[in-house]
């Protein structure tokens, strides 16, 4: 089956530094990727839509300076944290989704564990 | 609009009891359903889906039905293991763009 893998599964970084998560798509090649952001208590909250060649598209309320995003070839998308604060301390989840048909599911990495210290 | 409504958890259960994850959905058109399920410390991994009505998907012991005329697509499973301890997220699709929209999951323990 379609496999999305995203690195790194965990970080630690200081204040004020960037960091940056990549997401591929292995054996599949994916216009469109969704970073989420997941919360205390489990609820995903979707950051943004990242397109192929073109700007990504965030959700209200997530600062596009803050979290950058690149999807610059079909496999391939990273989010870069920039100027990391504790607050941003959390689990990024991406995903993609391997067709548009009836029934197509999204597959989804492991997960990046950011800590901010 | 597109909502998905899941019950709310945490849920703990005795191993081999009988678990029943309540989800509905508010969508325009005719959207696709899923269950993902999420282990400790990894992604989402997809569960079992349906795509129109009255179709019951399945995986692993788990079965949900897409039920039209209530909205509905409870997440069952007749004897559940330890193992199956994990978080478990309804959503619904249209097909179009991979537009997901999740419900706010569901913490499911089972104890020996």
């Known amino acids: 089956g379609a496999v999305v893998s995203q690195h790194p599964s965990w970080v630690i970084c200081k204040s004020g530094t960037s960091v940056k998560i990549e997401c591929r798509s292995l054996d599949f090649q994916a216009t469109t990727m969704f970073w989420y952001r997941q919360f205390p208590k489990q609820s995903l909250m979707l950051m943004a839509t990242?397109?192929?060649?073109?700007?990504?598209?965030?959700e209200q309320g997530v600062e596009k300076d803050k979290f950058l995003i690149n999807h610059a070839s079909l496999t391939l998308s990273t989010l870069t944290v920039t100027s990391a604060h504790p607050e941003d301390s959390s689990f990024y989840i991406c995903?993609?989704?391997?067709?548009?048909?009836?029934?197509?599911?999204?597959?989804f990495g492991n997960g990046t564990r950011l800590t901010v210290t | 609009g597109n909502s998905v409504t899941q019950m709310e958890g945490p849920v703990t259960l005795s191993e081999e009891a009988f678990l029943t994850i309540n989800c509905t959905y508010t969508?325009?058109?005719?959207?696709?359903l899923f269950w993902y399920v999420q282990y400790p410390g990894e992604g989402l991994q997809l569960l079992l889906k349906?795509?129109?009505?009255?179709d019951k998907g399945s995986n692993k012991g788990f079965e949900a039905t897409y039920r039209k005329e209530t909205t509905s697509f409870h997440l069952e499973k007749g004897s559940v293991q330890v193992s199956d301890s994990a978080v478990y997220f309804c959503a619904l699709s249209h097909n179009t763009g991979n537009q997901f929209y999740f419900g706010t999951g569901t913490s499911l323990t089972v104890i020996p």
């Open positions: 995903s993609a989704g391997g067709g548009t048909g009836e029934g197509s599911p999204l597959h």
């Open positions: 990242s397109n192929e060649g073109s700007k990504a598209t965030y």
């Open positions: 969508a325009t058109g005719y959207p696709s």
């Open positions: 349906a795509t129109k009505a009255d």
